[in-house]
């Protein structure tokens, strides 16, 4: 890979990973609920998540998909149902004031499972392995997955950085339920382009 293409590839990661979609708008949302610390695990979690599906996309997870045409459906369902309850766990997330002790935001583990049915991890993936590593060879899928793990990180931070930005505004209940519902509404909007429900896919 020459430097030029791995610029590109650095580049793509870039604006894979920071544009709005479900792991950033939740990583929002938690921002805003719990604050930047507690989210860390939640953003490194998205970070090993991606970066090892893209590892397992290049090795010969593309390869399955094309030959069953069907898993793409499975996929499509999976991701729809649990994008759609994690929606409604933050549209009704309790006030800050009111939450019970116990709650807490996504762990790591639970977020680098959450990139299995996430459509857009699985569209940029796919995406990164087609255009800088046709050849699926072991050292360029290496280093699409070394990209996602290099910029995903900064990248993914100014969200949940964002969402503390907003979190003592957010101390009103009435103003951190109507952010829950939006963000909620959000995440499930996200799926209408890299699910193709739309013209725009």
């Given at each position: 890979?020459?430097?030029?293409?791995?610029?590109?590839?650095?580049?793509?990661?870039?604006?894979?990973?920071?544009?709005p979609?479900?792991?950033?708008?939740?990583?929002?949302?938690?921002?805003?609920n719990?604050?930047?610390?507690?989210?860390?695990?939640h953003?490194?979690?998205?970070?090993?998540?991606?970066?090892v599906?893209?590892?397992?996309?290049g090795?010969?997870?593309?390869?399955?998909?094309?030959?069953?045409?069907v898993?793409?459906?499975?996929l499509?369902v999976?991701?729809v149902?649990y994008l759609?309850?994690?929606a409604?766990?933050?549209?009704?997330?309790?006030?800050i004031q009111?939450?019970?002790?116990?709650?807490?935001?996504?762990?790591?583990?639970?977020?680098?499972?959450?990139?299995?049915?996430?459509?857009?991890?699985w569209?940029?993936?796919?995406s990164?392995?087609?255009?800088?590593?046709?050849?699926?060879?072991?050292?360029?899928v290496?280093?699409?997955?070394?990209?996602?793990?290099?910029?995903?990180?900064?990248?993914?931070?100014?969200?949940?950085?964002?969402?503390?930005?907003?979190?003592?505004?957010?101390?009103?209940?009435m103003?951190?339920?109507?952010?829950?519902?939006?963000?909620?509404?959000?995440?499930?909007?996200?799926?209408?382009?890299?699910?193709?429900?739309?013209s725009?896919?």
């Open positions: 890979m020459t430097m030029t293409v791995l610029t590109a590839l650095l580049g793509f990661a870039l604006a894979a990973t920071i544009t979609g479900p792991n950033n708008l939740m990583l929002m949302a938690s921002g805003a719990f604050g930047f610390r507690r989210t860390l695990p953003m490194i979690g998205i970070v090993g998540g991606v970066s599906m893209s590892l397992l996309v090795a010969g997870l593309m390869a399955l998909f094309q030959a069953v045409p898993l793409n459906t499975v499509k999976l991701s149902g759609l309850w994690l409604a766990k933050v549209a009704t997330a309790a006030p009111d939450r019970a002790a116990d709650a807490r935001p996504m762990t790591a583990l639970q977020a680098a499972a959450f990139q299995w049915v996430n459509p857009k991890a569209a940029m993936c796919l990164a392995v087609t255009l800088y590593a046709p050849d699926r060879s072991i050292l360029s290496a280093l699409v997955a070394g990209a996602f793990a290099l910029v995903s990180f900064p990248a993914i931070s100014v969200w949940a950085w964002l969402g503390t930005v907003v979190r003592r505004w957010l101390s009103n209940p103003r951190l339920r109507v952010f829950n519902v939006t963000m909620a509404a959000l995440l499930v909007a996200s799926l209408w382009p890299v699910l193709g429900l739309g725009g896919a």
